[in-house]
């Protein structure tokens, strides 16, 4: 299988990674104006099983290294393979409550705080689990990024004082909440793998295989999770499982794209950690807030009606958590 060996390629893997990631909920603006994001995240879980499956086959399966996927998966012991589904199933919902935040509050606002939040906690806890990495400069940069997150809760509130813009509290709310489940999914994921993957122990997973149980926990876990979102969603009215097979093609096809760059992004991450260790690896990765938060600040023009000084705070918010993960590169 295709594993990193030098430190350089794992930092360039995560980097792709958080691209992937700020980009993705951009798949949510381009569906038609009446395809709900409940309907939408069906086809982006179906869109992350497909890529793992792909890679499962395609790298994870080639090469003098390590085990094929399903040699893998027949020595795996039943604690490795729960982990990584567990990994899935707290993603999912934590993913349920960023992806309505982002319809409600808007990516500027969801991906800084929900996955800020998640940046610190996810550092803390897999540094903890699997200590790599000079924990002065991976701390100092989380405090640089939580003083970001600070800055642009501030910038939130800017926005939702001016009369001209009406944004929910419910917004932040399922951003924060979003933020502490998503801060934990990665350690079970991690955990589930082995040490080396070059020469993997008995009984623990490949990356390979284990994002494969991490995406059939996201997908088994929505016939819940997502079910009862439909019934009693955060925003507007129900909607019914008619409603997802009336859909168009477009809509379909968006969502599984969407799957298919998140996924793409979690992959290059898993396969890093390896030599980059979990916490370097998660951390940079959850950079994506500064993509995210370009997106919405440039491209969709989410803060354009906020009050004077509003986009100086967001500004400087960008730089912090540039600096951040900057530090937290460096620090191995």
């Not at 569906?31 to 879980?45: M, S, V």
């Not at 419910?170 to 991690?190: D, E, N, Q, R, T």
């Amino acid at each position: 299988m295709f594993i990193v060996e030098n430190y350089s390629l794992a930092i360039l893997l995560c980097l792709i990674t958080m691209l992937c990631w700020g980009s993705w909920a951009n798949t949510t603006k381009l569906t038609t104006k009446t395809w709900r994001f409940e309907l939408f995240y069906w086809d982006y879980g179906f869109g992350i099983l497909l890529t793992t499956i792909l890679l499962a086959f395609t790298l994870g399966s080639h090469g003098s290294e390590g085990r094929p996927f399903l040699e893998d998966i027949k020595q795996a012991n039943a604690a490795s393979l729960y982990s990584a589904a567990a990994g899935g199933v707290i993603f999912n919902l934590a993913n349920i409550f960023l992806v309505a935040a982002i319809a409600i509050a808007g990516m500027s606002v969801a991906f800084p705080v929900g996955i800020g939040i998640a940046l610190v906690l996810g550092v803390v806890v897999n540094y903890i689990s699997n200590p790599r990495g000079n924990p002065v400069l991976i701390f100092a940069g989380v405090a640089l990024i939580t003083v970001a997150i600070l800055l642009n809760a501030k910038a939130y509130q800017k926005l939702r004082s001016n009369s001209i813009v009406k944004v929910s509290e419910k917004g932040l709310i399922l951003s924060i909440l979003s933020g502490c489940l998503m801060g934990l999914f990665y350690k079970y994921v991690a955990g589930s793998m082995a040490d080396h993957f070059d020469h993997p122990e008995i009984g623990k997973l490949t990356p390979y295989t284990a994002l494969v149980f991490f995406a059939i926990g996201i997908v088994v876990s929505s016939f819940l999770f997502n079910t009862i979102q439909m019934k009693r969603p955060f925003l507007g009215q129900p909607v019914f499982f008619a409603h997802y097979f009336k859909g168009k093609i477009k809509d379909h096809t968006v969502g599984i794209l969407g799957g298919v760059i998140w996924c793409t992004g979690m992959s290059l991450s898993i396969i890093a950690s390896g030599k980059a260790g979990p916490a370097v690896s998660y951390g940079l990765g959850q950079g994506a807030t500064v993509v995210a938060a370009l997106w919405g600040i440039y491209v969709w023009k989410e803060f354009d009606n906020a009050p004077a000084g509003t986009k100086s705070l967001l500004h400087v918010m960008l730089l912090l958590y540039i600096t951040g993960l900057t530090m937290i590169i460096l620090s191995k």
